[in-house]
């Protein structure tokens, strides 16, 4: 008897899973069918991408090393049309082409909109920011290179002790003697403790024992 109830049991169970498959078949395999696209599509993206970032390497290390300055200015200005962080180092490059062609007012715009641009990362964007810093000194505007710098020479930020060289510098250059020795005793101090043989506190020492005489 207890057979007779587990048979009827088993074509109830039957009967039911045929009326589910048969009202909700084909919703599952559509949904099987999305996870299973779902699936492949993240997979294709990630292959995608990584053969793209691939491609961006190439054409940038490619356009860099263009001896030729036009065809290089011309070879990463379609990098940077690309967009993504290589388009960002190929301005980088493009600044540094200026510099080396003489023109420090085309090399500090570029600099300028790398280190304004929201788009690109924040250790990019401050690179930049250092460097268009350096170019104010340079082309001896001390004042302009010290006021590019001053958020960045918060404790915590990456670059932070070349932030504080340059605001250092940037007194030395302006005449102010006392803020430019408070500034590389600082200098000097957060080196030792933050970056030990990096440079910046022999340096420091230098301009220190420099401003003493």
Same mark, same amino acid.
Do not use: C
């Given at each position: +008897?207890?057979?007779i109830?587990?048979?009827? #049991? ?38 995608? =991408?990584?053969?793209k970032?691939? !491609?961006? =390497?190439?054409?940038?290390? =490619? ?11 011309? $070879?990463? $200005? ?17 600044? #540094?082409?200026?510099? !080396? ?41 001390? #004042? ?7 958020d ?9 002790l =070349? ?8 007194? +030395? ?28 506190? !022999? ?6 024992d420099?401003?003493g005489?």
């Amino acid at each position: +008897m207890a057979d007779i109830f587990h048979e009827v #049991e088993e074509d109830l169970r039957r009967d039911q899973a045929a009326a589910i498959w048969k009202k909700y078949g084909n919703l599952i395999i559509g949904a099987a069918l999305v996870l299973v696209l779902a699936v492949a599509a993240h997979w294709g993206w990630k292959e995608y =991408s990584t053969r793209k970032q691939l !491609q961006a =390497s190439a054409d940038f290390l =490619s356009a860099a090393s263009t001896a030729d300055v036009a065809q290089r200015e011309a $070879a990463l $200005a379609k990098v940077v049309a690309d967009g993504g962080s290589y388009g960002v180092l190929a301005r980088f490059r493009l600044a #540094e082409t200026a510099v !080396q062609s003489g023109d420090k007012a085309k090399a500090r715009g570029i600099l300028t909109e790398i280190a304004n641009d929201p788009g690109a990362d924040k250790p990019l964007r401050d690179l930049a920011t250092i460097q268009a810093a350096l170019l104010e000194l340079d082309i001896g505007k001390p #004042e302009t290179a010290a006021d590019l710098v001053k958020d960045l020479t918060k404790e915590g930020e990456a670059y932070r002790l =070349s932030a504080l060289e340059i605001t250092g510098l940037a007194a +030395m250059a302006a005449g102010d003697k006392d803020k430019a020795k408070t500034t590389f005793e600082t200098v000097k101090t957060a080196a030792r403790e933050a970056a030990p043989g990096s440079g910046f506190a !022999q340096r420091a020492e230098q301009l220190l024992d420099r401003l003493g005489n």
